[in-house]
Every structure is written in C-alpha cells, then in structure tokens.
C-alpha cells in the first residue's frame, strides 16, 4: 500500500460537508450527501478523518497522531491506520 | 369532535377514526388543525400536495441523494396557501406519508420532512436538518433523524421528541437555496 492517503479520498474528505460531527459518546458520523453515504466512526476513526481533513497526507504521519493521543504502539497504530485509510476510500471513492 | 382535537396530536389515530369526514368536509375543524383561512378545503389541498411529493420522495430516496430528492422535489409545482400554518403542513405532511407508508412506500421522517420542507419552501428561514445519535451498543447502527426548522426552531417533531434532546445535528440544508 502506498504510504500516504489517496489523493481521490483526500479530496473528497476536505472538499464538502464539513468534518465528522462528534456524539456524545466520543463516536462521530461522517455524511456524505452526495454519495448518500452515512459512516459511524470510532473515536479513532475521527481523529484519523479530522487529520486528514487538516492536511495530513502521510500513513506515518496519521499513526504518529493516533500514538501521541491514543494509547497504542507506533506499529498498531500504522497497521491501523492503513486498514482503516483503505476501507474508507473504498466506501467513499468507490461506485456502488 | 374529540377525535378532531386528536387528529394534529395523533394523525394516523384521526386518519382510522373518521378519514373520509375529516379530509372531505370542511366542518367541525379543531383548532389545532384549522388553518388561517379556517377552511377544510385547505387542509385537503394541503394533504393532496403532500401526498404527491411524499409518493415522489419516497420513489426517489431509493435511488437519489437528499440533496437531488429535493431539488427534485422543488421541480413540481404545489399549491400552498401563502397564510398556511406550519401546523397544518406538518400536519397534512404525516397523514400524506402514513398513506404513503400503508400502500407500501417509505414512510420516515425524512420523507415527512423533506414534504414539509418543500411545502414551506418560499418562507424565509426554512431548513432541513440531519442529525444522529449514537448507538445503544457499540457495534449497533446509529440512529438517525431529519427534520425541518423555521427560524431555528423545529417544526417538524413534537416538542416533546427525541430530536430535541438528544440527536446532533449534523447536516442543514437552506431551502432558499432550492428556489
């Protein structure tokens, strides 16, 4: 995989409908109007989404975040960060 | 008359009581359900309109985003008195998609609001809003709800919903957006 967010979802992430909107459990929701997509987001995911919506492109750089404000290893969180990079392009880039 | 006063309360209760009466003849209106004009041709002009739209919302929730289902919407001409009560749209608006639902279309509150977001849809102030609350157990779906605000103030759910206590708002759509 490559190291750094794909440009396509980068994009789609900062172009529109404002970041994840956080509930009062910590948990956020992303909604795409235009896609007619809803994603629920751990409190993980919406530090990962609110990352790359500030400008942060790299894996290396996002799983450094996520090591700094959750208590996980650099490894974990790298791995993390790249399953959750790529099940989010493919939700939100992909056609149904 | 006591089902009347039951019928903006509980609109699905007033459509099983007396549905014929109550769409077609313009006496004994309630208050909470008379509108400005006090005249039950205006009520059924209003349900008629719904009706329709909510038949086309729902049709096109399947397939088309709420951004499109509503410009969509806002493509067919309604009739909507200029003096109509929200009431009364909110009101016509969920006995259209109860309707709608029993014959086996969508019947949710996005439908209803995007129906009373379309109605109202030449008023100033007018928005369609998307919120969600968190899950009861983790792994669960969220929950979801829509509903429309006249100046800030939602005029799609009873005061005493769940929308105002615990749903956040997520999405708004401005109607004066959709003219």
């Given at each position: 995989?490559?190291?750094?967010?794909?440009?396509?979802?980068a994009?789609?992430?900062?172009?529109?409908?404002?970041?994840?909107?956080?509930?009062?459990?910590?948990?956020?929701?992303?909604?795409d109007?235009?896609?007619?997509?809803?994603?629920?987001?751990?409190?993980?995911?919406?530090?990962?989404?609110?990352?790359?919506?500030?400008?942060?492109?790299?894996?290396?750089?996002?799983a450094?975040?996520l090591?700094?404000?959750?208590?996980?290893?650099?490894?974990?969180?790298?791995?993390?960060?790249?399953?959750?990079?790529a099940?989010?392009?493919?939700?939100l880039?992909?056609?149904? | 008359?006591e089902?009347?006063?039951?019928?903006?309360?509980h609109?699905?209760?007033?459509?099983?009581?007396?549905?014929?009466k109550?769409?077609?003849?313009?006496?004994?209106?309630?208050?909470?359900v008379?509108?400005?004009?006090?005249n039950?041709?205006?009520?059924?002009?209003?349900?008629?309109?719904?009706?329709y739209?909510?038949w086309?919302?729902?049709?096109?929730?399947?397939?088309?985003?709420?951004?499109?289902?509503?410009?969509?919407?806002?493509?067919?001409?309604?009739?909507?008195?200029?003096?109509?009560?929200?009431?009364?749209?909110?009101c016509?608006?969920?006995?259209?998609?109860?309707?709608?639902g029993?014959?086996?279309?969508?019947?949710s509150?996005?439908?209803?609001?995007?129906?009373i977001?379309r109605?109202?849809?030449?008023?100033?102030?007018?928005?369609l809003?998307l919120?969600?609350?968190?899950?009861?157990?983790?792994?669960?779906?969220?929950?979801?709800?829509?509903?429309?605000?006249?100046?800030?103030?939602?005029?799609?759910?009873?005061t005493s919903?769940?929308?105002?206590?615990?749903?956040?708002?997520?999405?708004?759509?401005?109607?004066?957006?959709?003219?």
């Open positions: 995989m490559s190291d750094v967010v794909p440009a396509n979802l994009a789609h992430l900062r172009k529109g409908d404002g970041g994840p909107t956080l509930l009062p459990d910590g948990s956020g929701v992303y909604v109007l235009d896609g007619n997509k809803v994603l629920s987001l751990s409190k993980t995911g919406v530090a990962l989404v609110q990352q790359i919506q500030s400008g942060v492109d790299g894996l290396d750089a996002l450094q975040a090591e700094g404000r959750f208590d996980v290893a650099f490894p974990q969180a790298l791995e993390d960060t790249e399953a959750f990079v099940e989010l392009n493919r939700i880039c992909t056609a149904d | 008359m089902h009347r006063l039951g019928a903006c309360r609109p699905n209760a007033a459509l099983k009581l007396d549905r014929k109550h769409f077609l003849s313009g006496a004994e209106q309630s208050p909470l008379q509108s400005g004009c006090g039950g041709l205006i009520d059924a002009l209003l349900f008629v309109n719904a009706f739209l909510a086309l919302a729902g049709k096109a929730l399947r397939k088309t985003p709420i951004r499109d289902t509503l410009w969509r919407l806002c493509r067919y001409a309604v009739v909507v008195p200029t003096k109509v009560r929200p009431l009364d749209v909110r016509a608006a969920t006995r259209a998609t109860r309707c709608i029993r014959l086996g279309g969508l019947d509150c996005l439908t209803r609001s995007l129906v977001a109605l109202l849809r030449d008023r100033d102030n007018v928005s809003c919120g969600f609350m968190p899950a009861d157990d983790p792994g669960m779906a969220i929950t979801g709800h829509a509903w429309v605000c006249i100046d800030g103030t939602n005029i799609s759910d009873k919903g769940f929308a105002t206590t615990q749903v956040v708002e997520t999405n708004r759509l401005e109607l004066r957006n959709y003219r």
